[in-house]
Structure formats: C-alpha cells, structure tokens
C-alpha cells in the first residue's frame, strides 16, 4: 500500500500547472475557459486563442471546484474556433442601401424573416433580385439570412420576377 501511494505521490509532484497571468491580461479569458471546460464555447474569443496558444508545453489549467483540465483541451478549442472565425470573415454582407432606398422593404423583409410576408411588395423584391447569388442581409439581433431565402420568399409571392 505504501509502495501505491508514493507513486502517486511522485506523480502528483510532477505535475505542472498553467501560470494564469498571461489568461487573466486578457478581459473575460479566463471566464470563457472555464465555460468552455463545462462545454460552453460561446464566449471564447481570439485574442483568449492567442493566449492559450502561447503556452508552449503540457500544464494543467485550475477550472472549477479543485478541477483541472490539460491546456491542450483549451488549444484544440482554440484551433476550432480560430478556424470558424476566419470562416464567418469571408463571408459576404448585403449592403442595405437599395433596400433602404424603396420605402418600408427592409422592414417588410425584416417580419419576412419571422414568417410574415404580408408586407413583402413587388417593388421590394426587385431590389432583393438585384443581389448576388450569396450574401448575408441583417435582420434581427445579429441573425442573419442569406438573400436567397428572400429571393424564394418573393419567387413564392409574386412569382419570378
């Protein structure tokens, strides 16, 4: 028995924690991690990335209640997310200056996005048709919907136009 708990003894010693003060330079990094650790990624932002990126070996980051995970965890999350950011910045945004230009469109197509295309006019649709095939007209509270959802929106109301 004895022999068991000086193994572990000399294991336990051997491990190495994560230094936080780099985590805690960066506002609510640290916050996200510990989120993160309970599979809540929403918070997790690029400049924490950039941090977790920087340790440069295995060490075990404290979590919640005496818990710790392996920074790897936290890279692996960072990798993921880095790859998602830069793929939401290639994205392509409708500009809502024609939309704006015909009276009551951008609302009409605001309430067409919840399922209400009562307000949806011919003249509005022309503009919609306008856009190219792909991009990203803001609706509400930072959702988003693809012009083409729109476009079958008046193909559906007026026919093609």
């Known amino acids: 028995m004895a022999l068991i708990f000086t193994a572990l003894s000399e294991a336990a010693a051997k491990v190495e924690y994560c230094s936080t003060g780099a985590i805690d330079k960066v506002p609510g ?7 993160a650790a309970e599979n809540d990624y929403r918070w997790v932002r690029n400049d924490c990335c950039k941090v977790v990126y920087s340790f440069p070996h295995h060490c075990l980051l404290p979590v919640m209640n005496r818990r710790h995970k392996d ?46 295309y009562r307000w949806v006019r011919n003249d509005c649709c022309k503009v919609v048709y306008s856009f190219p095939h792909h991009c990203l007209l803001p609706v509400m509270n930072r959702r988003h919907k693809d012009i083409n959802f729109f476009k079958k929106i008046c193909d559906n109301v007026y026919g093609p136009i």
């Not at 990094?29 to 989120?35: G, R």
């Not at 960072?78 to 500009?95: N, P, Q, W």
């Open 71 to 116: 920074i790897n965890f936290f890279k692996k999350i960072s990798l993921i997310f880095t790859a998602l950011s830069e793929a939401a910045a290639k994205v392509e945004y409708c500009s809502t200056g024609a939309i704006d230009k015909v009276p009551g469109c951008y609302d009409s197509l605001k309430l067409a996005a919840e399922n209400d």
């Open 29 to 35: 990094c640290y916050d996200s991690l510990k989120l």
